[in-house]
């Protein structure tokens, strides 16, 4: 009986590390803002042209992360924000900006910036 018992508290101990253990993947807090839009004050040479960091044409799937998430998307990379597919990774932003994923807007359809979440995992 007494076994029984240690057994239970021991479960009772150790149940809620192995739920936070189980835990969804390391999230990140970004601000999701929009860039190449007509008079972006941040557009460089190639955005104005319509290309990448990597003279890559830029299309309406097109997104720039901050350099502190090369790591997290990778070039070509999906990008998904609050679980819903924003677009592919074929842009950096200003080298100034931190925790930023940035929709390329060269209609200039995109009105305001949010904040959202990442799976902040560092791809391969």
Do not use: C
Not at 55 to 71: E, F, P, R, T, Y
Not at 95 to 124: C, L, M, S
Request: glycine share 8%; aromatic share 10%; charged share 25%.
């Amino acid at each position: 009986m007494k076994s029984l018992v240690i057994r239970s508290i021991a479960l009772t101990l150790l149940l809620p590390l192995v739920i936070v253990a189980a835990a969804p993947a390391n999230k990140r807090k970004v601000k999701v803002t929009y860039y190449g839009y007509p008079g972006d004050p941040h557009a460089t040479r190639n955005t104005r042209l319509g290309l990448g960091d990597h003279n890559n044409i830029l299309n309406k799937d097109s997104v720039a992360v901050s350099s502190d998430l090369n790591g997290v998307f990778p070039f070509g990379s999906r990008v998904v924000i609050n679980g819903s597919f924003l677009g592919f990774r074929h842009d950096t932003t200003d080298p100034k900006w931190r925790n930023t994923v940035a929709v390329y807007d060269p209609d200039g359809q995109w009105k305001e910036d949010f904040d959202g979440y990442i799976d902040a995992t560092p791809k391969k």
